[in-house]
């Protein structure tokens, strides 16, 4: 499976951005999806997942009711909805795939996307 991020870019403290990561590959809807992110300085850490099944989803405390994770299994893409941006949100995206079906660690995780930098100015 490989995955390409794209969606990132300068928003301003209180705006919104979607992040995309599309897969190849037809396995898909078997794979859980996630998304992390790494800040300068700080270690990778997680901000959401979707299960293979996209019923079941997954927020770290500092993005819930503020970030959206979805997929769309006809696009073979998975979706990062951010709105109410902080300057703290400020950081590379790294989307990951697990065959696991759901995962919340990033030892969880197979494949990894390249990365989308996210940057909220205040």
């Known amino acids: 499976v490989q995955l390409q991020a794209s969606g990132g870019g300068l928003v301003q403290a209180g705006g919104s951005l979607r992040l995309s990561c599309a897969a190849s590959?037809?396995?898909?809807?078997?794979?859980?999806m996630g998304w992390f992110r790494q800040a300068p300085g700080k270690e990778r850490e997680f901000v959401a997942a979707?299960?293979?099944?996209?019923?079941?989803?997954y927020y770290a405390d500092s993005v819930k009711g503020r970030f959206t994770i979805s997929r769309e299994y006809a696009k073979n893409t998975v979706y990062l909805q951010m709105n109410s941006l902080k300057s703290e949100d400020t950081a590379v995206y790294y989307c990951?795939?697990?065959?696991?079906?759901?995962?919340?660690?990033?030892?969880?995780?197979?494949?990894w996307g390249q990365g989308t930098l996210v940057t909220v100015s205040s």
């Open positions: 990951g795939a697990t065959r696991r079906g759901f995962g919340l660690f990033m030892a969880d995780y197979d494949y």
């Open positions: 590959g037809s396995t898909f809807s078997s794979y859980g």
């Open positions: 979707i299960n293979w099944s996209g019923g079941n989803t």
